[in-house]
């Protein structure tokens, strides 16, 4: 550890808390619908789509009503991708002539992208056509982005109404989502992308000849704009199947850099647009404030133990931090940062193999993502994700005082502490079930690269990865066979629409609710006790339902690690 590794870890904080604020004034001005800088352009395009859609941009939804248009909407974009896949070989812009995706792949495939996962199967340079790419994965990618989105302010607008019906109109949320917030910053970002040495192209993979006089294929294509919604909108779904590690999709330092900003920076500014819309911005810092907390400990973990490497390491003369699996033009530190960074923001891209991560730097990513998608989540995730534990932490302060909890101005009673609790339980059923099948199924076990406890963690990350919609691999796991497949695509699919539907529910029932005055028994959500209140709550909850399945893993690898015995 250095002060210049500490120095990179510290500058990064400081621009994404310096971005919260304006970029959160601006998206709450977008999603209630007032004028901003870029109405002249967009407000037109935005008008022509509701004619087209046949949207009434001022009739709002019930919150059943809403939730059933969102599930509606990806059903057509799974039938969308999952044809696009399979027909990919006839189509035009193939200029690799890939073949169709086989079923149970498209099925995975399909099901990831809606959900915001991006889990991939495949090497997409290898498999997938120039269209698929881009009518399939990059179109996805950012309506699942801007979904994720619109449930977020459907929620804090139950948080923020009072004695009403109504938490907005998806069709309005996810346009505006779309059109205002994710299109504008991509073209930019697409722009920046390209001069940092990113190909943007639909011409054929160029031939080369190597110093030894053999022929190499390089893989080109429409790659800047997929890279650039995959950060923004946290889905992660690499253009080549090294991902962030790849010097198409990441070339440089300065790349690297803007790519783990540009994965923050949605999720932790909509917690400013909490606070905005509850009339309190002090609201919305102590939430960032809890997710500030929990990233700091776990980047301060995973640095700490790749910097100190192994015991073995150290024995061979090799002392300096373990540098396998890491691209030697980022090093330790940012290998460790952008490790952290992805796996609690949900967004699954990677620069460096977390298999080769020694056990307790890869542990840090899967508790991450193990905790449900609260540590700035994917965009719009995040924050209704902590929300959840939010109204848990609110309940259980009220039970130590013995009176109703209430928060933001809003009575928590039972019916919301279900919605929440539905939510959350249902994420480690998948996380832990299929995780048990699949270390006692010989076929599944197969798959597996290593034995022991390592081999373990490499089974629990995939679902636990699958389930939190992160999409990233710990690697190792040969997860392209009809049984990872399916239950992949099962835990994708309950990780993301299993946990929304009790959001919704909670965010209809907050928006019925009458607002009440703030008295000399409620309890201040803005301070210090409550950031360190709902921080235990979390890792209580955590601990309790997590620690038996990590001890089988990466803690005892750890310990076995310190014995120079390793997997």
Request: net charge neutral; hydrophobic share 55%; with cysteine.
């Amino acid at each position: 550890m250095t002060i210049i590794g500490w120095t990179q870890i510290l500058l990064f904080c400081a621009i994404i808390v310096a971005l919260v604020r304006p970029l959160g004034w601006y998206m709450t001005r977008v999603f209630n619908g007032e004028w901003t800088f870029l109405s002249p352009v967009l407000r037109s395009v935005e008008t022509g789509l509701y004619w087209v859609g046949g949207i009434d941009a001022k009739r709002e939804q019930h919150w059943l009503t809403y939730t059933v248009a969102m599930l509606l909407f990806h059903v057509g974009g799974f039938l969308i991708l999952y044809a696009l896949l399979r027909l990919q070989t006839v189509l035009p812009f193939n200029p690799a002539e890939q073949s169709a995706v086989a079923e149970d792949l498209s099925f995975n495939t399909a099901i990831s992208f809606i959900t915001n996962t991006n889990w991939q199967n495949y090497g997409g340079e290898s498999t997938l056509s120039y269209l698929s790419q881009m009518l399939g994965l990059t179109h996805q990618n950012f309506l699942s982005a801007a979904t994720g989105i619109a449930l977020a302010v459907a929620l804090v607008r139950g948080f923020a109404r009072s004695s009403v019906r109504t938490i907005g109109n998806f069709w309005v949320d996810v346009t505006r989502a779309t059109l205002y917030v994710l299109l504008p910053i991509c073209i930019v970002y697409t722009i920046f992308l390209v001069w940092q040495g990113i190909p943007q192209t639909l011409g054929a993979y160029v031939e080369a000849t190597t110093l030894e006089g053999a022929k190499q294929t390089i893989a080109v294509g429409p790659v800047a704009s997929q890279v650039a919604i995959k950060m923004l909108g946290t889905n992660g779904g690499g253009f080549f199947n090294a991902n962030a590690a790849h010097p198409f999709e990441n070339p440089t330092a300065l790349s690297n850099f803007v790519q783990m900003l540009s994965i923050f920076l949605i999720g932790a500014s909509l917690t400013n647009v909490f606070g905005r819309m509850v009339g309190n911005e002090r609201q919305g810092w102590a939430i960032l404030g809890v997710m500030g907390v929990l990233f700091i400990v776990g980047v301060g973990v995973t640095y700490w133990a790749e910097a100190n490497g192994t015991a073995a390491l150290d024995a061979l003369g090799l002392a300096g931090g373990n540098m396998e699996g890491k691209e030697v033009r980022f090093g330790i530190v940012a290998s460790a940062l952008f490790a952290v960074i992805t796996t609690a923001a949900s967004c699954g891209a990677v620069n460096a193999m977390h298999d080769s991560f020694t056990a307790l730097g890869g542990m840090i990513p899967l508790i991450n993502m193990q905790l449900g998608e609260i540590i700035i989540g994917g965009v719009g995730a995040g924050l209704y994700g902590m929300l959840l534990f939010v109204v848990l932490a609110i309940f259980v302060a009220g039970l130590m005082v013995g009176r109703t909890p209430e928060y933001v101005g809003k009575k928590i009673e039972a019916r919301e502490v279900k919605m929440a609790m539905l939510a959350i339980l249902v994420l480690p059923l998948m996380y832990l079930g299929w995780t048990a099948v699949a270390v006692v199924l010989p076929s599944a076990v197969a798959s597996m690269a290593n034995a022991g406890p390592h081999g373990f963690t490499e089974v629990l990350y995939a679902f636990t990865s699958a389930t939190g919609n992160n999409g990233s691999a710990f690697g190792g796991l040969t997860g392209n066979t009809l049984f990872y497949n399916l239950t992949l695509a099962s835990s994708m699919f309950v990780g993301r629409f299993f946990m929304i539907v009790p959001a919704m529910a909670l965010a209809g029932s907050l928006a019925g609710k009458k607002s009440i005055p703030a008295s000399a028994g409620t309890l201040p959500t803005t301070g210090g006790l409550f950031i360190g209140l709902v921080v235990g709550v979390i890792l209580i909850i955590g601990g309790l339902t997590f620690f038996p399945a990590l001890a089988l893993g990466p803690i005892v690898e750890h310990l076995a690690m310190n014995a120079n015995t390793l997997f």
